[in-house]
């Protein structure tokens, strides 16, 4: 699959990590276009040796480009907290031949080229009250992430530390709707279910804080267990074991929903809920994320995924909702789950063609699947042949980021 140059909604994509004390990252700067090495250290991992997160006199850098003075403070001070070293460039074309070498590469908003031949950076970094220009910046460079500082600050500490570390974590896969009504959350459950029964370690994620709660479609709203309103105080670093062992199981898999009720739920930002994913991301090795349509559900939930799968269904006015709704979401990897019958008039390639992006998938037309939702029985139906077919050919799209077997 292709990468696509969206421009997706402004938000504040990076987030904190869970835990009740946040510890202040310690001071210290150099001038622009200067080498700066972090003097601070951080806490292991659970099962993690501490040596991976001190210092590496020997390492690779990270590598900052920008001519803002006060961007440059600010991530130096965040580097120091994750224990790694930095390299400040204030122009691009000086900054390419430490491009390539560098553990991760940072840009500024006061960035708008890249150097030729140069992979995409890995976060944009800017500040408060930049709004909008961000995450179309982001768009337009290729960033495969935003950190808005200094709320952010936490996220990218952790971040550059993970970055440095060997285990890369499990797979976030949004699943979303093209249009109304297209069967989003029906072909997350099913793929989810389909993972756990191949003894993958799955997360269901409800992104949709207006979608009345996924709990109910898998008839669990009586399961005990965290919801999303649980986790609305949340900052620091969340243990990725204690959010685990927290959250209800339906199918056989975990699940993260918003309360089935009228009751009105706490707000909650795109920072917390990235906090949440990105330690589910570290106790998982697949976190399936149903985001919900609109502005809000995709700035909380769809900048955290490596992954997004769009259902469409084969018609025409579809197709053409889909291709408006490609504008909003981030320049990750996306293809198509084409929703109908074999045969329809409008078939997958002309859908792909229209759209934009390849068909990995076809979401089978079941009679008594919308009952089914209402019914809380989606995971009956997902045990039919038609389901784990469709289910094996997204898993089958996941390559070797799963291990994944045959379906039975």
Known sequence: MSRHQLSPPPSERPSTQLSRARPSPPHGSDSGGSQSRGSGSRAPASGQAAGAWLPDPDGAEVLLVTGYDFLQGEVERIVAAAGGQLRVVADVADAAKYWDAAAAVLVGSDVRELPPRRRAPAVLVGLNGE????????????????????????WLAEYLSRSRSPEAGGLVLGITGGCGGAGATTAAIWIAQAAAGLGVRVL?????????????????????????????????????QQLVDSLPVAGGFSFLSWPGSRERQAAMDAATTGGVLDAARRGYELVVVDIGRGAEPVRMFAWDCDRILVVVPAQLKAAVATARLLHELPP??????????????????????????????????????????????????GKRRSVRHFAASVLDLLDGDLPV????
């Open 204 to 240: 269901l994620a409800d992104g949709d804080p207006w979608g009345g709660g996924l709990e109910l479609a898998l008839a669990a709203e009586e399961t005990p267990g965290l919801r999303w309103p649980d986790l609305s105080d949340a900052s620091g670093s969340i243990d990725p």
């Open 131 to 154: 709004g909008d220009s961000l995450w179309h910046l982001a768009t337009a460079l290729g960033a495969e992430r935003v950190a808005v500082l200094p709320d952010a600050s936490a």
């Open 405 to 408: 077997g045959d379906l039975p």
């Open 332 to 381: 990750v990897e996306a293809a198509l789950l084409v929703r109908g019958k074999a045969g329809a008039a409008l078939d997958g390639g002309l859908i792909a063609d229209a759209v934009g992006l390849p068909v990995h998938g076809r979401v089978p037309e079941l009679r008594g699947v919308t009952a089914a939702g209402e019914n809380g029985r989606l995971l009956d139906v």
